[in-house]
């Protein structure tokens, strides 16, 4: 009896922990490996990471937020993306 509890317990336990947002959390390397700047389009981007915090600007041009683990927290990888849909810019701020 006491096993049956802990395992519906555990099994419940997976169900309400809240899983991250979708496509926010990528691995830096492969980061590194998939995005080149001039060339990575934002479909490629979503294909490779899925979708994440954007900002949007007037001139169309948008900015896209990714982080990374590392040791010592997360390391935010920020995107530039112009209004043909290619990478522009790369950017990474270390924790």
Request: proline share 6%.
């Amino acid at each position: 009896m006491t096993l049956r509890i802990l395992v519906a317990a555990i099994l419940l336990s997976g169900c309400a922990t809240r899983a991250p947002e979708p496509g926010t959390s990528v691995a830096e390397s492969r980061f590194d490996q998939l995005v080149v700047p001039g060339s990575t389009t934002r479909a490629e981007l979503l294909a490779a990471f899925g979708p994440t915090k954007t900002v949007v600007f007037d001139s169309g041009m948008e900015a896209w937020l990714y982080t990374a683990p590392a040791a010592s927290g997360h390391t935010e990888l920020v995107l530039l993306v112009g209004r043909d849909g290619i990478v522009k810019k790369m950017r990474k701020r270390s924790p």
